[in-house]
């Protein structure tokens, strides 16, 4: 069975400083790696993907994800916060090596607080 | 916009009843995906169907049930509504089967039952 974890329920940085959400992953065949943005009131946007290649992924709004394959995490990055990135935050896993359908799992949210 | 279009955008429904969530996914997207997002569960993945057949079954209670229908839209019947059923229906999209290259989500039905 795969699984993600987003060990953080919160996560406060202040303006400008650089944030990182944390995700770890688990599952038995390659992964495919996913982060998502909610914003209040509205459904998740997707920000960047890691299928295969270079672990440094970047993705829609300066945000950046490192792969790390030996700590099975993807965690998000962003160098200098902004209060407009206060939402939700999504990791998502699916096993990239699985025959036939395996849907994408969630993991439980993070929610991001930019203090101005 | 998504391009993922739900409705209604909020529901309020009595205990016991039974209501309909409408999909209609992105342009030249086949798979549906419906989910629900709770307080206290997180997003939940409930069904997928893929031009116009189920391709997975999620955490989907007995009383729900969904559609494709050959235009490709989808809906979400919930019946004999209890209070837990309150939350909110996201409707996702992909061009395949299996989403590889990430959903597109709507921005939901907000179900408020009283």
């Known amino acids: 069975a795969q699984s993600v974890a987003q060990p953080e329920d919160q996560v406060n940085v202040a303006e400008g400083n650089p944030l990182t959400v944390k995700c770890t992953y688990s599952?038995?065949?390659?992964?495919?790696l996913f982060w998502y943005v909610q914003y209040p009131n509205r459904g998740l946007q997707f920000l960047l993907k890691?299928?295969?290649?270079?672990?440094l992924v970047k993705g829609s709004y300066g945000f950046e994800a490192e792969f790390n394959k030996s700590q099975t995490s993807f965690h998000l990055k962003k160098p200098s916060a902004l209060v407009s990135d206060s939402a939700l935050y999504f990791c998502?896993?699916?096993?990239?090596?699985?025959?036939?359908?395996?849907?994408?799992?969630f993991g439980t949210g993070t929610k991001l607080q930019v203090i101005p | 916009d998504s391009g993922v279009t739900q409705t209604p955008k909020h529901l309020i429904t009595a205990t016991g009843q039974r209501v309909t969530l409408r999909c209609s996914p992105r342009?030249?997207?086949?798979?549906v995906y419906w989910y629900q997002q709770s307080l206290d569960q997180g997003l939940q993945f409930l069904i997928q169907?893929?031009?116009?057949?189920?391709?997975a079954k999620g955490n989907i209670l007995e009383r729900f049930s969904a559609q494709q229908f050959p235009d490709l839209h989808s809906e979400l019947n919930l019946s004999s509504l209890e209070l837990g059923d309150s939350a909110l229906y996201f409707c996702?999209?992909?061009?395949?089967?299996?989403?590889?290259?990430?959903?597109?989500f709507g921005s939901g039905t907000r179900l408020t039952v009283v």
């Open positions: 996702a999209s992909s061009v395949g089967t299996v989403g590889t290259y990430g959903y597109t």
């Open positions: 599952v038995s065949g390659n992964p495919y």
């Open positions: 890691y299928i295969t290649g270079d672990n």
């Open positions: 998502a896993v699916r096993d990239g090596d699985s025959g036939g359908y395996q849907k994408v799992t």
């Open positions: 342009s030249g997207d086949l798979s």
């Open positions: 169907y893929y031009n116009g057949e189920e391709r």
